[in-house]
């Protein structure tokens, strides 16, 4: 049997609309780990190279944290360079911790999100269901060339002491391969396959087979697009660069 990718949606919260989030229901469920993705609904934007005042921008992280203050006290995020770095966070810290350098993030600790920024690239969800070690990855292209997915899987299995086998992916909210079309050269970088001409890349699969060959044998993909969302996502192609960015976010509730 070919073991294949299924499609895994997250599920938008009701209600209290002041914070639109979409969470991987069947993870809290399942295995107690709480994973989603902000959305862009009323101008919702976790970008941290945002235009406007610290202020406000502090005041909807603050307001995030106050959403999952059920459970965590801290959040961890970096400003991406779309490399292959991943940051091993050992202990755990109050409010929100920023760094520099790095595309992936993993932890033992729990009572911390690690959260990627996102328009289009993929938010790669890793868990590791019996220690509860998990990972949060920033995989666009560039980033998938550079090496994020091994990295971030091996960084993952290190702190788990476990074999790749073991773990658990999901491949979130991004840019369809409908939507996405990029020249020959970004292609034969990412798929290794000669190409000529320009033509659309789906970059969930690309990430989906990657883990898939190195041994994971349990992973999904969403099927929500940012670029063709009506606004329920930010998209950095549709918007033409002007869009913000969302918050993909994993951790281990403390209990
Ligand atoms: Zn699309």
């Known amino acids: ?18 914070i639109p989030v979409f969470e991987l229901e069947e993870w809290r469920s399942a295995f107690g780990v709480v994973a989603g993705i902000t959305g862009a609904a009323g101008g919702f934007d976790m970008g941290l190279a945002s235009s406007e005042s610290i ?6 992280w603050e307001d995030f944290l106050e959403y999952h203050s059920a459970g965590f006290c801290g959040a961890a995020v970096s400003r991406q360079s779309h490399g292959a770095e991943v940051h091993v966070h050992r202990i755990g810290s109050e409010g929100v911790t ?6 992936g993030h993993v932890t033992n ?4 999100l690690l959260g990627v920024t996102v328009a289009d690239c993929i ?26 997915l091994e990295r971030g899987i091996e960084a993952t299995c290190e702190l788990a002491a476990s074999r790749a086998t073991e773990l658990v992916m999901h491949c979130g909210v991004g840019i369809c391969g409908t939507c996405y079309e990029v020249g020959p050269e970004v292609l034969q970088q990412v798929t290794n396959a000669s190409a000529s001409e320009s033509g659309t890349l789906d970059l969930r699969p690309v990430l989906a087979s990657r883990a898939l060959e190195m041994g994971l044998e349990q992973v999904t993909v969403s099927s929500w697009c940012s670029a063709h969302s009506d606004g329920r996502f930010h998209s950095h192609r549709a918007s033409q660069g002007s869009a913000g960015r969302m918050l993909a976010y994993i951790g281990r509730p403390v209990t």
């Open 55 to 60: 202020r406000q921008v502090m005041a909807r």
């Open 1 to 18: 049997m070919t073991r294949s990718a299924n499609v895994m949606n997250e599920v938008q919260n009701g209600g209290d609309a002041s």
């Open 123 to 148: 938010p790669v969800y890793l868990l590791h269901p019996r220690t509860g070690v998990v990972a949060m990855l920033h995989a666009g292209w560039r980033g998938i060339v550079a090496g994020i």
């Open 98 to 103: 920023v760094e520099s350098g790095f595309d």
């Open 109 to 112: 600790v729990p009572g911390v």
